[in-house]
């Protein structure tokens, strides 16, 4: 079952001890000692709020972050570790206020649906004993990081008409001509090409900014049982 910690900040937090008890709890009971394969472990702990291997096949299985982390087997479990560390990290020092309503988690989550496809999503929800209100609260997570972002920096940011011209030509009309299509005319494609462009800068300052709380808070990777499974996998 997916594994869920305090999400809060102000939510008790374990102690580097009790973290490590934990740690070696988990080692002893899911570790089978024939075959030696991790069943679930601690991977990572933000501000004492635990990762568990689980929670991080889950988040990879239903693609949350595969546009952002790629499809390469060898690494995809690491940087889907290391998205679910920023999202704890910004939620847990600048999710207090944000909320998203329910009609927006429902369509987000039929579009999830729609995507995999039916078979697929009743595969992966009996594969990880779950149910559709599991697979919400993730994405309820995913949505709320998203939203203290736009909300930190949409306003701060600009884009400048020379800026939307210079990405018409060096972007978007040089890959239509590599791709021996015809160019939309410059006017028809300024709305698309400033949305571009501002969540690239949006994006740009938000990395600045995660690192910065990563930095502050208290969080550490247990790296070894994710190269673990990555090479049970190649």
């Not at 952002?68 to 999710?95: N, P």
């Not at 329910?102 to 039916?118: C, F, K, T």
């Not at 210079?166 to 005319?185: D, W």
């Not at 994006?203 to 600045?208: E, F, R, S």
Request: glycine share 4%; net charge negative.
């Amino acid at each position: 079952m997916y594994v869920r910690g305090a999400s809060a900040p102000n939510r008790t937090r374990h102690s580097c001890r009790e973290v490590a008890g934990l740690a070696a709890a988990l080692v002893l009971f899911f570790i089978s000692a024939p075959a030696a394969e991790v069943v679930d472990c601690l991977v990572a702990v933000v501000n004492g709020q635990p990762v568990t291997l689980t929670e991080v096949r889950i988040v990879d299985a239903f693609g949350f972050y595969r546009k952002e982390v790629g499809e390469s087997a060898g690494d995809r479990l690491f940087r889907t570790l290391e998205k679910i560390v920023d999202r704890k990290t910004v939620i847990q020092f600048a999710g207090g206020n944000v909320s998203i309503p329910e009609a927006e988690i429902q369509s987000a989550l039929r579009s999830l649906l729609d995507e995999l496809g039916p078979d697929a999503v009743q595969e992966k929800l009996e594969r990880f004993d779950l149910d559709l209100d599991d697979v919400m609260r993730i994405l309820e997570e995913k949505l709320i990081f998203q939203r203290i972002i736009e909300l930190r920096f949409s306003r701060s940011v600009t884009v400048s008409l020379q800026e939307m011209e210079a990405y018409y030509q060096r972007v978007y009309a040089s890959g239509q001509t590599r791709k021996e299509l015809q160019p939309e005319p410059m006017i028809a494609m300024l709305q698309e090409i400033e949305a571009r462009i501002r969540r690239e800068k949006i994006d740009a300052q938000a990395v600045l900014w995660i690192k910065n709380l990563r930095g502050q808070a208290e969080v550490e990777f247990r790296y070894d049982w994710l190269r673990q499974i990555s090479r049970n996998q190649e």
